[in-house]
DNA sequence: ATCCTCAAGGATATTTAATATCCTTATTTA
DNA sequence: TAAATAAGGATATTAAATATCCTTGAGGAT
């Protein structure tokens, strides 16, 4: 069970996002070469993240995104379930219906207890993303760097956006 | 992300197995039958659990499987990592890396934030799982069944273990 | 002893999901 | 009008999950 590489870049990417002046875009082509990720496959990841309203996009020259809200007001749960989906991490097939000493037609009332105790771990993994803002890392990415590189850095992004 | 069916599979036999009297075995083929799963399938899921140490198992006719330990000793967590591994769920390739203004052989200090935010996530997640054990189940899969048919299941794998 | 049953595990499909690229279309700016 | 851009469809490639088959060696039953 592993999250796909997409809620990474996407998490960075809103990050990034995140740190602009408003109103100001970034486009794609600029955002996969500052992580060092393909264009075309990060382009179906903002795809995702654009359709769950979290950015905004604006085409031509000058073109790119932007995000739809503040930073305040989007949580790490928005940006890996725009990617990942909001399907729940445990599937449960109900094969306690399979038990051969039960009656085929025989409904249940109550949720299989397996299942229901994975819903809640998965419950407790989302409230844990939705408690973090992207406005709670903002600079936080940056912040290993030394000085000169933190704005060699903004101004690589200033000048392409 | 989604967890493997062998997860459930493997959680719904040890929880049957923590019903039987101590020092029975239930085979494979047995498991399979009463959970309508294909019984090769699930023998690799069983091997997983046995390599984990949650259950012991025994050779020849009227071999099978049975726990290592008291079931108030098993948890949730332990089942699904012997099963799914103990890697988490999310993995950081450090793309911050990739920033253009970074010169290459620079070395961090800190783990990047993005993750520490996603491993927490699996932290509480793990967390959860691990504050079940089988023993808090126990019963619980049969009790949304009547009592006729929660007796021929008993009896039916009384004949089996 | 001999035979049958079983777990362990290696080998190998088959299916599905993740990863990745390419191309077309419509839109916006210069 | 031309260039740059996001959107999205089509498709290829790779990796993982799912599943089956077969061999080996251990344990009971006869």
Redesign the interface.
Known sequence: ?????Q???A??CC?LLAGLPAGRYLATKTLA?????PKEYLSKALQAVSQAGLVESTLGPSGGYRLARAPEAIT?LDVVEAV?GK?P?????E?????????AG?C???P???AR??W???R??????AG?RLSD?LG??E???PAQ?RA??AA?IAARS
């Open positions: 069970m592993r999250l796909k590489s809620v990474e870049w998490l960075h990050i070469e500052f992580h060092g990720v790490f990942e399907g991490s445990f599937l449960c097939t094969i306690r219906k399979n038990n051969p000493c039960r009656p025989y249940d009332d109550k299989c207890g397996i105790v994975m809640e771990a998965d407790a993994w989302r409230e844990t993303l973090v890392l936080t990415l912040s290993s760097l590189q060699d850095t690589w």
